[in-house]
C-alpha cells in the first residue's frame, strides 16, 4: 500500500496537479489537508471518474481535510470526537483495508506565545489523545499530515534563525514527541536519519527556489506498519512547474 500525506493548499485550485501526481505516483491512499472548501463543493465527480473514493471533511476557505482512496473506506470519524467544540475541519479518520488512516491538519498558532499557540499545544494534546483511542498499537496505523511541527534541527534550513520561533519552539516540540510516546514512529527518518530534507518552503521569500524550507509534513506509524516500510521519501517534483502548492507530498511505501 501506498500511502500520501499531502497539504495541497486547496483541493480545487491545485485539481489539475492532484490528478497529474496521482497518475504519475500511483497511490492507494492520499490524506490531503487544507481542501478549503465545504464537502458539496469538493470536486468529487472528477476523482471518482478515476477511481477513487472520497471522505472529505471540509470548511470554506480555510483547513479542510479528505481521505483518498483506490479501495473503501469504512469506519470514517470526523473532528476529534472528544466533546469539545471545535468549528474548524482539521481531521479525518478512516479505516482502509488493514490500515488505520488519521489524517490532521494541525493549527499554525501564529506565534510563540499568541493565544492561537497556546491553542495549538491543546489540540496537539487532544489529538495525542484521539489517536491512542482510534490507533491499535499491535495493529497497522498511520497518523499523518501537515503538523506545522519540526522534530528537530535536522529539520529546519537554518536552525539559528528558527530558534523558538514558531514551528521549531521546544513546546511544540514536545507537543508532537507526545504522539511517539505513544509507540508511533517517524516513517521519513527510516530511510532519512540525515538533514536537509523538506516539505514546505515559504512562497513569499522564494524558500524552494533557495533550498530554504521546513519539514512539518510527517507519517507517524504504529510499530507493525514501521516494519513493514519499505520506502518514504518527499515528492519534489509536485513542488516544481507551474501552480504548486507550497508544500510537496511524502509518500510511504508499506
Same mark, same amino acid.
Given at each position: 500500500?501506498?500511502?500520501?500525506?499531502?497539504?495541497?493548499?486547496?483541493?480545487?485550485?491545485?485539481?489539475?496537479?492532484?490528478? #497529474?501526481?496521482?497518475?504519475?505516483?500511483?497511490?492507494?491512499?492520499?490524506?490531503?489537508?487544507?481542501?478549503?472548501?465545504?464537502?458539496?463543493?469538493?470536486?468529487?465527480?472528477?476523482?471518482?471518474?478515476?477511481?477513487?473514493?472520497?471522505?472529505?471533511?471540509?470548511?470554506?476557505?480555510?483547513?479542510?481535510?479528505?481521505?483518498?482512496?483506490?479501495?473503501?473506506?469504512?469506519?470514517?470519524?470526523?473532528?476529534?470526537?472528544?466533546?469539545?467544540?471545535?468549528?474548524?475541519?482539521?481531521?479525518?479518520?478512516?479505516?482502509?483495508?488493514?490500515?488505520?488512516?488519521?489524517?490532521?491538519?494541525?493549527?499554525?498558532?501564529?506565534?510563540?506565545?499568541?493565544?492561537?499557540?497556546?491553542?495549538?499545544?491543546?489540540?496537539?494534546?487532544?489529538?495525542?489523545?484521539?489517536?491512542?483511542?482510534?490507533?491499535?498499537?499491535?495493529?497497522?496505523?498511520?497518523?499523518?499530515?501537515?503538523?506545522?511541527?519540526?522534530?528537530?534541527?535536522?529539520?529546519?534550513?537554518?536552525?539559528?534563525?528558527?530558534?523558538?520561533?514558531?514551528?521549531?519552539?521546544?513546546? #511544540?516540540?514536545?507537543?508532537?514527541?507526545?504522539?511517539?510516546?505513544?509507540?508511533?514512529?517517524?516513517?521519513?527518518?527510516?530511510?532519512?536519519? #540525515?538533514?536537509?530534507?523538506?516539505?514546505?518552503?515559504?512562497?513569499?521569500?522564494?524558500?524552494?527556489?533557495?533550498?530554504?524550507?521546513?519539514?512539518?509534513?510527517?507519517?507517524?506509524?504504529?510499530?507493525?506498519?514501521?516494519?513493514?516500510?519499505?520506502?518514504?521519501?518527499?515528492?519534489?517534483?509536485?513542488? #516544481?512547474?507551474?501552480?504548486?502548492?507550497?508544500?510537496?507530498?511524502?509518500?510511504?511505501?508499506?
Amino acid at each position: 500500500m501506498r500511502i500520501v500525506t499531502w497539504n495541497v493548499n486547496s483541493v480545487r485550485a491545485r485539481l489539475p496537479r492532484l490528478i #497529474e501526481f496521482l497518475e504519475r505516483a500511483r497511490p492507494d491512499v492520499v490524506c490531503l489537508q487544507e481542501t478549503k472548501c465545504l464537502d458539496e463543493a469538493f470536486p468529487l465527480d472528477p476523482l471518482e471518474d478515476l477511481g477513487w473514493s472520497c471522505a472529505t471533511f471540509g470548511q470554506k476557505t480555510y483547513n479542510g481535510v479528505a481521505i483518498l482512496a483506490r479501495g473503501r473506506i469504512e469506519d470514517v470519524v470526523r473532528g476529534l470526537d472528544d466533546g469539545v467544540e471545535d468549528p474548524e475541519a482539521r481531521v479525518i479518520s478512516a479505516q482502509v483495508g488493514d490500515v488505520m488512516i488519521v489524517n490532521a491538519y494541525v493549527v499554525n498558532g501564529q506565534e510563540v506565545g499568541a493565544d492561537k499557540y497556546r491553542y495549538k499545544l491543546e489540540w496537539l494534546n487532544r489529538l495525542r489523545d484521539f489517536a491512542a483511542r482510534r490507533c491499535v498499537l499491535d495493529e497497522k496505523g498511520v497518523v499523518c499530515g501537515d503538523f506545522n511541527v519540526t522534530f528537530d534541527d535536522r529539520d529546519v534550513h537554518d536552525p539559528a534563525l528558527w530558534h523558538e520561533k514558531i514551528l521549531c519552539s521546544t513546546p #511544540e516540540r514536545r507537543a508532537l514527541a507526545g504522539l511517539t510516546s505513544l509507540g508511533l514512529k517517524d516513517a521519513f527518518r527510516k530511510f532519512h536519519e #540525515e538533514g536537509g530534507h523538506y516539505t514546505w518552503w515559504d512562497f513569499r521569500t522564494k524558500g524552494y527556489q533557495r533550498q530554504a524550507g521546513l519539514r512539518i509534513d510527517h507519517l507517524l506509524v504504529t510499530p507493525p506498519a514501521y516494519e513493514s516500510l519499505r520506502a518514504c521519501s518527499i515528492d519534489l517534483a509536485a513542488r #516544481e512547474g507551474p501552480g504548486p502548492s507550497d508544500h510537496a507530498p511524502v509518500i510511504a511505501d508499506l
